[in-house]
């Protein structure tokens, strides 16, 4: 599973492209993956994944071949 | 007109690209780089964006927007890289018939895309660098 890492998040977990080679399905089980390897990322305002370019919540399923993208607290404009 | 560019902002293309004939006014937003925050000098900040994503959140703002307020026209344009203070970093546009319009449409959008669209900015201080809203504020408690 491969994810785009944006901004902060990018820099606690080292890298833009991070590939995972663990067994997820949801948005959930991703989230306390992150949060478990990457405890730094707790101490963040937020973190939301988003699937396929659309902000996903929890229960949201993943696949191989979806896009997959680590949103740190946004800070546009 | 959703551009996310490298390039310094035209500002008059954006204007340009919302006004229309049937628009009575003509709103704009430009978002520019301080010089200080919380009494820090800033030397520059870094912008980034999930480019395709941001485009598609900015789309749906704008599609909000013209669903709340009958808009005659806009364009959003948003810049990424490296900007140093004084230089703009995004401008919306929006025309509407009556002004009141396009005062409530073009603040809607600004707020929007700054709540939800994946951009990050990075502030670079003499000595230092911040994510901008990436951390709750330090609080320092004195016994």
């Known amino acids: 599973m491969n994810l785009k890492v944006f901004g902060v998040a990018r820099d606690i977990m080292g890298g833009g492209e991070i590939a995972l080679t663990d067994s997820i399905h949801s948005v959930g ?26 902000y ?5 399923s993943v696949a191989e071949t979806d896009e997959i993208a680590v949103i740190p607290p946004v800070s546009g404009g | ?25 003509v709103n704009v937003f430009i978002g520019t780089v301080r010089d200080s925050v919380h009494n ?5 900040l ?6 395709s994503m941001a485009v598609a959140e900015i789309r749906m703002i704008i ?21 140093k203070p004084g230089e703009v970093a995004v401008v919306v546009a929006v025309a509407a018939v009556h002004r009141k ?8 959008i600004i ?3 700054k709540a939800k669209v994946p951009i990050w900015k990075k502030e670079v201080f003499e000595g230092g660098e911040a994510w901008v809203s990436a951390n709750p504020p330090l609080v320092i408690h004195s016994n």
């Open chain 1, 29 to 54: 089980e991703l989230k306390a993956l992150l949060l478990n390897r990457y405890p730094k990322l707790k101490e963040l305002n937020s973190l939301v994944i988003a699937v396929n370019q659309k």
């Open chain 1, 56 to 60: 996903a919540s929890d229960e949201v």
């Open chain 2, 1 to 25: 007109m959703i551009k996310i560019t490298a390039k310094p902002i035209d500002v008059q293309k954006v204007i340009d690209t919302a006004s229309s004939l049937g628009a009575g006014a």
């Open chain 2, 40 to 44: 820090k000098h800033v030397r520059w």
């Open chain 2, 46 to 51: 870094e912008y980034e964006a999930y480019e």
């Open chain 2, 63 to 83: 599609d909000e927007a013209a669903h709340r307020w009958q808009l005659q026209g806009w364009a959003v344009s948003h810049r990424v890289g490296t900007l």
């Open chain 2, 101 to 108: 319009e396009s005062f409530e449409a073009c603040q809607f």
């Open chain 2, 111 to 113: 707020d929007a895309i």
